[in-house]
């Protein structure tokens, strides 16, 4: 089955770098947008940043210019570069992705299982 598996997080101190990766395996013929959302403790799941496949990328207000969003389409993975976090990064990042699966001849949405960011002050 299509999986998407998230890595990179972890505790940085404010002002420092992340670079989280979520890689795509399984029975997949293509995907298309990927994106990165997160959710603060209680707060609502946000989107922070997406692209295409080929390559287009929008960003939420907040995190442009701080963030960037890549993909390496030949490993089937995505990256979000974060520069100069703050305690407000503070959150779960996930990836989701929009994939065609040949298991299911469908194409879905799925997400990956979250990876912590903790940005000390």
């Known amino acids: 089955q299509v999986q998407l598996v998230e890595s990179g997080g972890g505790l940085v101190q404010a002002g420092g770098s992340l670079r989280l990766s979520c890689a795509a395996s399984g029975p997949i013929s293509s995907i298309y947008e990927m994106a990165w959302y997160r959710q603060a403790p209680g707060k609502q799941r946000v989107l922070v940043a997406s692209i295409t496949s080929a390559g287009s990328t929008k960003y939420a207000g907040s995190m442009k210019g701080r963030f960037t969003i890549s993909r390496d389409n030949a490993k089937k993975t995505v990256y979000l570069q974060m520069n100069s976090l703050t305690p407000e990064d503070t959150a779960v990042y996930y990836c989701?992705?929009?994939?065609?699966?040949?298991?299911?001849?469908?194409?879905?949405?799925?997400w990956g299982q979250g990876t912590q960011v903790t940005v000390s002050s």
């Open positions: 989701d992705a929009d994939i065609w699966s040949t298991s299911i001849m469908r194409r879905s949405k799925y």
